[in-house]
């Protein structure tokens, strides 16, 4: 017992100094990983009761699965153990324990494997997902005139009218567009009434937009098609309004939206007629349903701080310096803020996603190495423990390959009993994964059938070398030693 307690004890150790050099790396790299906006992620790190806690919990597993089976073999019968041992055979117990553990590892592993293929399908179909408009060569900066020297509307006016000029005439610009709010980065609602309809009895039913103040090439430079009507026309005097099919869809249920009209804020407001309908776009993310919006033209209602948006020909990042100094040229005091590419803002939105498919797909690495090196240590230890079987079912006229597909198929049904273990649990846990997912269903069988396939070629990959080592007994030596 104490020979058996104290190597365990030590492979205890060292596979706890191991496993802390590799935390240390793995804490390093899920921090580098961590969405940008994720909070406090510079405080994480491997403190002293993760450390310790970590320690004794990998001293108490190397005792306790050491303990067992030392109290096991001192209290095995001596006489029974040796006949068995002559025999080539372990004790029925014993190797049901055993398969019952790599059965329940390989169970774990599909768990793990069919998490994080559904959570890297989520994140591939939020890339290509289509969110309504295009991002591609386009490049945005934010420009805010100071009050003190723009103090009326007539200012702010000349000045995004000179800015949206020399944006469009810089050099590969194709489009150039101004808007108040970017799709992705925020939101400005206000509540409307519609000409014609009864005021709301109550502030619940007051109906809310999303409103955006654009300049007339922003539909064309976002690449956002018009279902109905049209775009704003230069300098329009009229006040118009563009809508999206989700407000005309809501408020304007089996009817034309194109000629009616709304009002923003008090019965002092004008009215405000809707001259066209934009296709929707999912500007809280491809997870988020479209929200009714509507687009005014900036000259109609005009606002401190919009963005400039550049529609290039190809790399928007090397206009970035061209766009700060068009604007320098027009006021050295207003600095054009976030330039970067509007891919970027994507990419961010799925920083959450691309982080879960990651952690998933590493922990499912893990667990899947370790299914294959338990296969593996019970298939060899199998082998060892029938030589003298294998000796005798050679002798008796078995071929190697008899023996190969005997090896085989046992390490294959502790896989195939795994499998239908795991693929049971892998459904009860794909429905908390429900809220994380796009594009995929919690139970898809695609994904179920793929990990199902990669552990069954694993598990016959870790009994290969097994099998092929008992097909190299000989039966002579196998059958002298009993």
């Not at 420009?143 to 000349?158: E, F, M, Q, W």
């Not at 939105?349 to 593996?376: C, E, H, K, M, N």
């Not at 080592?469 to 059958?479: F, G, I, N």
């Amino acid at each position: 017992v104490r020979q058996l307690l104290t190597e365990s004890l030590l492979l205890a150790v060292i596979g706890g100094a191991l496993g802390v050099l590799f935390g240390i790396w793995a804490v390093d790299a899920l921090v580098a990983l961590a969405p940008s906006n994720a909070p406090r992620v510079d405080e994480v790190g491997l403190d002293a009761t993760v450390f310790a806690f970590a320690a004794v919990l990998t001293l108490g597993t190397g005792v306790l699965f050491g303990l067992a089976p030392a109290l096991h073999s001192s209290r095995s019968d001596v006489t029974q153990s040796l006949k068995d041992g002559g025999r080539g055979s372990a004790g029925a117990s014993g190797r049901t324990l055993r398969r019952v553990l790599i059965a329940a590892e390989i169970a774990v592993a599909l768990v793990l494997l069919t998490g994080g293929g559904l959570l890297l399908q989520t994140f591939v179909r939020l890339q290509s997902a289509d969110l309504g408009f295009d991002p591609t060569n386009v490049l945005v900066g934010f420009v805010n005139p100071p009050r003190t020297a723009y103090d009326t509307a007539a200012k702010h006016l000349a000045f995004y009218d000179q800015v949206l000029e020399k944006a469009s005439a810089l050099p590969g610009v194709q489009k150039a567009a101004l808007a108040s709010v970017l799709p992705l980065s925020g939101d400005s609602d206000t509540s409307f009434s519609i000409e014609g309809r009864p005021a709301p009895r109550s502030q619940s039913e007051t109906p809310v937009t999303w409103y955006r103040l654009v300049s007339a090439s922003y539909f064309e430079t976002m690449g956002m098609p018009l279902r109905r009507g049209r775009g704003f026309a230069e300098r329009e005097a009229a006040p118009s309004v563009v809508v999206n099919e989700t407000m005309a869809r809501t408020f304007f249920p089996g009817e034309d939206p194109i000629g009616r009209r709304v009002r923003f804020g008090g019965p002092k407001t004008p009215w405000f007629n809707i001259v066209g309908v934009v296709a929707d776009a999912r500007v809280r993310g491809a997870r988020e349903a479209a929200r009714v919006e509507t687009f005014i033209p900036y000259w109609q209602l005009t606002v401190a701080g919009m963005n400039i948006i550049l529609k290039t020909a190809s790399s928007p990042t090397r206009l970035a310096v061209p766009l700060k100094q068009a604007v320098y040229s027009i006021d050295a005091d207003v600095p054009v803020s976030a330039v970067a590419p509007l891919s970027d803002s994507v990419t961010d939105s799925i920083d959450q996603p691309r982080f879960f498919a990651t952690l998933a797909g590493a922990f499912a690495v893990v667990a899947l190495i370790l299914a294959a090196i338990g296969i593996y240590g019970v298939m060899a230890y199998a082998v060892s423990q029938r030589t003298t079987e294998i000796g005798v079912r050679m002798a008796l006229g078995a071929t190697p390959a008899d023996v190969f597909r005997i090896v085989i198929g046992d390490g294959l049904r502790l896989a195939v009993i795994g499998i239908v273990v795991g693929s049971v649990a892998s459904l009860l846990v794909a429905q908390w994964l429900t809220t994380l997912l796009f594009g995929v269903r919690p139970g898809d069988p695609l994904t179920l059938a793929a990990t199902a396939g990669v552990l069954l070629f694993v598990s016959a990959l870790a009994s290969f070398i097994p099998a092929r080592r008992a097909t190299r007994v000989d039966p002579m030596v196998a059958l002298r030693a009993e």
